[in-house]
């Protein structure tokens, strides 16, 4: 399903960093974008092959970078204050949700000037 969404996001106009399939891998990426020009915005599922997500969450939040939750453990899902969308859940609904978080990280490095 990753790779559906991936697809769907690229026609919709997003550059994609992932899917990545390991907390480890995820942090490392999410670091790496942030030092050389920044992440507009993430889907995260819980679940990355056993490994719950969290701290992914906590450095997206750390970075200000807005996320949403796609996935099928959402009684897993903590309070973040983040969009929870169900698997599977329309991939418009997804690139709008997208959209409205390259916004919001807009508004984000406005506000943080």
């Known amino acids: 399903m990753a790779l559906s969404i991936e697809d769907y996001l690229v026609n919709a106009g997003a550059a994609i960093l992932g899917p990545e399939a390991y907390v480890d891998q995820a942090i490392s990426i999410v670091k790496e974008e942030m030092g050389s ?43 973040f204050g983040n969009a929870l969308y169900h698997k599977p859940c329309s991939f418009d609904l997804l690139v709008e949700a997208v959209h409205g978080l390259c916004s919001e990280s807009v508004s984000n490095m406005l506000g943080a000037r």
């Open 37 to 79: 020009g920044g992440i507009d915005a993430a889907i995260l599922d819980v679940n990355l092959n056993g490994e719950l997500v969290w701290p992914v969450a906590e450095l997206l939040t750390q970075f200000r970078v807005p996320f949403l939750f796609h996935t099928a453990y959402q009684d897993l899902v903590v309070s």
